[in-house]
């Protein structure tokens, strides 16, 4: 009987988590295109806990193609230097989520912009439905500083998915490195 209520109660809170996650209505990649800072960022998996103290602010940019699928170019400082990332997201059926395969993982992943207003800032939900420890939430702005509101509704809504307060970050801005050529 314990086995069967715990079964049910790992299943249930997984399907709440990903219950919660939709993407923003009448969302526009047009509107969400263009240069963003990853200005937060909550991450919980234990691989990832060494590393916290070295995550800056980074930078990229978004840009869309005809088929409404989503690019997004990233850049900043990593142990080794400038790095510099290109993800190309798939647009799926509902506008504001997409799908992207993970090098890393070797997983198909979901991207969900839950909430944007376009013109300052943007929360980001990254997960493998099921699979917790491969999701992040990041609170992108389009500068690198963002109003303390919005920065206490990303860690609220971060806190609200089970991501402990430890794993979310919001760190300080150091001058990021140039596009990368792009």
Not at 12 to 30: E, G, K, M, S, V
Request: hydrophobic share 35%; with cysteine.
């Amino acid at each position: 009987m314990f086995l069967v209520v715990t079964v049910f109660s790992v299943m249930l809170w997984t399907q709440c988590i990903n219950a919660d996650i939709h993407p923003q209505q009448d969302f526009d990649l047009q509107r969400f295109s263009g240069q963003w800072y990853r200005v937060g960022l909550a991450y919980d998996s234990p691989e990832f806990v060494p590393w916290r103290s070295y995550v800056q602010v980074s930078n990229g940019n978004v840009t869309s193609d005809m088929d409404g699928n989503a690019n997004l170019t990233i850049w900043g400082t990593g142990l080794k230097g400038c790095m510099c990332r290109v993800y190309y997201y798939q647009k799926t059926d509902l506008p504001g989520q997409f799908n992207y395969f993970s090098d890393r993982h070797q997983i198909l992943k979901d991207i969900t912009v839950v909430e944007s207003n376009y013109t300052e800032y943007g929360l980001v939900v990254k997960y493998k439905k099921i699979v917790k420890e491969f999701s992040q939430v990041s609170l992108y702005g389009r500068s690198p500083t963002l109003r303390k509101e919005l920065v206490e509704r990303f860690r609220n809504y971060s806190l609200s998915l089970g991501f402990s307060a430890d794993s979310i970050l919001t760190p300080s801005f150091v001058d990021p490195c140039s596009d990368c050529g792009h």
